[in-house]
């Protein structure tokens, strides 16, 4: 019963949504940035998920943590979730609650690299000018 009502809620929260609104929303500021600028990722979800992000590394030295959730940081070579460059790949190693949550990292090269969210609930991306 309990869970039925939680799932009842959860559901709720989704339909109740208005239909232009977002369930994952992945921003960069400042956008467009300069070489050597920190810029600050923000992931905003609407409902419980694990998170998994993408960052180039072709533009962008290994990000820090910030207020992301316990997880790590791992290179990979060319997913498409950065436009085949060379990536910064991080998994939270926990489900995390509805919120936003905020790391950065600072920008190496001049060009426009692409970040990406990816969760249960819905994806995003950002492209990030570095001038």
């Not at 929260?13 to 810029?39: C, M, W």
């Not at 910064?88 to 090269?109: D, I, K, L, N, Q």
């Amino acid at each position: 019963m309990k869970r039925s009502l939680f799932v009842l809620a959860l559901a709720t929260v989704f339909v109740a949504a208005p239909a232009h609104a977002k369930l994952v929303e992945l921003t960069a500021s400042p956008n467009p940035a300069g070489v050597g600028d920190r810029v600050r990722h923000t992931v905003s979800i609407v409902g419980p998920t694990r998170i998994e992000l993408f960052v180039s590394a072709a533009g962008f030295e290994r990000p820090g943590t910030g207020t992301l959730p316990p997880g790590s940081w791992t290179y990979r070579c060319c997913p498409a979730q950065t436009a085949g460059t060379p990536a910064w790949f991080y998994r939270s190693t926990v489900v995390v609650p509805r919120g936003s949550y905020r790391f950065g990292a600072v920008s190496r090269a001049r060009g426009s690299f692409l970040s990406t969210v990816f969760t249960t609930i819905g994806q995003d991306g950002v492209w990030v000018r570095i001038v």
